[in-house]
């Protein structure tokens, strides 16, 4: 008689745990990210910000709260609604972060912004931090079909390649990604401007990197580079 995939024949089998049914991870982590991206966002000058300001701050923490009344604790409810609704979380996070970065650019180039070396500086790292939690919240949300379907065991194909896939006596028997390490992923593809440890398999896991990657790479220089040439 066969067991089903997290059963203890699975394991005895030597299943990894990433491939096989869980509980879920907790929603805590993803919820602390995207509270500090809204955070971060409100802090970015007036003049970045789509008008006015406080809409999509509100839209994004009106919908981490429907997160948490629709599936609180654990991620483990495969739900078109649920999921809906963390894409356009997501999405509002990213287009927010994206807007002000456009208009930070268009004032660098025109001389209308950046007349402050301190200031600029600081407007560059929360513009390039909420870029990080971001990526980061795309990489965990479309991972083998997002965090429900990775608790389901659904996916035997990943999309990531983390270091205790490929040598799994490094970690404990349980270990399966969760958000941070996605959010890791991010930063360090986000400061090397390419992969570190953990590699992208699929044409849009690398395809997400490449954007990263270019993102970050202008970011960097047209902050940093204008800031030098104030503070000189």
Not at 142 to 166: E, K, T, W
Request: glycine share 10%; hydrophobic share 50%.
């Amino acid at each position: 008689m066969s067991e089903a995939p997290g059963g203890q024949a699975g394991h005895a089998h030597g299943v990894p745990a990433w491939l096989r049914p869980s509980q879920g991870e907790h929603r805590w982590q993803m919820s602390t990210a995207a509270l500090v991206a809204i955070g971060l966002q409100l802090v970015v000058p007036a003049a970045l910000e789509m008008r006015p300001g406080f809409v999509l701050p509100t839209l994004e923490g009106l919908l981490l709260v429907a997160l948490w009344v629709a599936d609180p604790g654990r991620i483990s409810k495969r739900s078109t609604a649920v999921r809906t609704v963390s894409v356009l979380l997501v999405g509002a996070i990213s287009f927010a972060n994206a807007w002000s970065l456009a208009l930070l650019m268009h004032g660098l180039y025109t001389g209308k912004a950046g007349q402050s070396g301190g200031p600029l500086l600081l407007t560059g790292a929360a513009i390039w931090g909420t870029n990080v939690i971001a990526f980061g919240f795309w990489y965990w949300e479309f991972d083998r079909g997002g965090p429900a379907a990775r608790a389901s065991g659904s996916h035997p194909h990943p999309d990531f390649l983390f270091p205790q896939m490929s040598q799994p006596e490094l970690a404990s028997h349980d270990w399966e990604p969760q958000f941070f390490d996605y959010l890791y992923t991010s930063f360090t593809n986000a400061t090397a401007f390419s992969p570190t440890d953990v590699m992208p398999l699929s044409r849009w896991a690398k395809m997400l990197f490449l954007c990263q990657s270019a993102i970050s790479v202008i970011t960097a220089t047209l902050v940093v580079a204008r800031a030098v040439n104030i503070l000189r």
